[in-house]
T-cell receptor, first 116, second 111 residues
Framework: GAVVSQHPSWVICKSGTSVKIECRSLDFQATTMFWYRQFPKQSLMLMATSNEGSKATYEQGVEKDKFLINHASLTLSTLTVTSAHPEDSSFYIC????????????FGPGTRLTVL | KQEVTQIPAALSVPEGENLVLNCSFTDSAIYNLQWFRQDPGKGLTSLLLIQSSQREQTSGRLNASLDKSSGRSTLYIAASQPGDSATYLCAVRGGSYIPTFGRGTSLIVHP
């Protein structure tokens, strides 16, 4: 099946720094990628939808200037958490959809972000 | 707005038991429903996908059913094993490609 990778798998940073998380589709071209965050014992909450070559669509309550998303190619989307604070500590998961008609999203393994 | 509830939130059972995990959703106008497994600190692994026109799907010891009219799905795990220990998430997709997830059921199967 299709594989989605994320890098890094975990990161610890100081408050105020920026962190970039990569999401790659390894064996297919992803026209659309999704970014989720998950707090402990909570469900996945969609943050934004990323379409290749266009601006991301953010969900209500998600600050687009804080969570910068770039989907520059059909196999790579990046999420940059700018000026990270401890409350941004969470598990970030991306998923990718191969084409418009596809039912299936393929999920990455997630990135654990800890902001000190 | 679709809301997805999973019951129970946590479950601990001895090895060999048959289990039923429940998922309910508020808007029955769904496109499909999917069950995932999530191991601690890991991403999601898709287990079963049920289209809105289907009643159930089976894969090995897993069976998922869907009753759209009542807004319910169940995941049945037969002859549970310690390796089944994980969090099981239910996700419901409506007209958009974006699924709504439940909070999951945390399952522990002890030897």
């Amino acid at each position: 099946g299709a594989v989605v990778s994320q890098h890094p798998s975990w990161v610890i940073c100081k408050s105020g720094t920026s962190v970039k998380i990569e999401c790659r589709s390894l064996d297919f071209q992803a026209t659309t990628m999704f970014w989720y965050r998950q707090f402990p014992k909570q469900s996945l909450m969609l943050m934004a939808t990323s379409n290749e070559g266009s601006k991301a669509t953010y969900e209500q309550g998600v600050e687009k200037d804080k969570f910068l998303i770039n989907h520059a190619s059909l196999t790579l989307s990046t999420l940059t958490v700018t000026s990270a604070h401890p409350e941004d500590s969470s598990f970030y998961i991306c998923s990718a959809k191969e084409r418009e008609a596809s039912d299936t999203q393929y999920f990455g393994p997630g990135t654990r972000l800890t902001v000190l | 707005k679709q809301e997805v509830t999973q019951i129970p939130a946590a479950l601990s059972v001895p090895e060999g038991e048959n289990l039923v995990l429940n998922c309910s959703f508020t808007d029955s106008a769904i496109y499909n429903l999917q069950w995932f497994r999530q191991d601690p600190g890991k991403g999601l692994t898709s287990l079963l996908l049920i289209q809105s026109s289907q009643r159930e799907q089976t894969s090995g010891r897993l069976n998922a059913s869907l009753d759209k009219s009542s807004g319910r799905s169940t995941l049945y795990i037969a002859a549970s094993q310690p390796g089944d220990s994980a969090t099981y998430l239910c996700a419901v997709r409506g007209g958009s490609y974006i699924p709504t997830f439940g909070r999951g059921t945390s399952l522990i199967v002890h030897p």
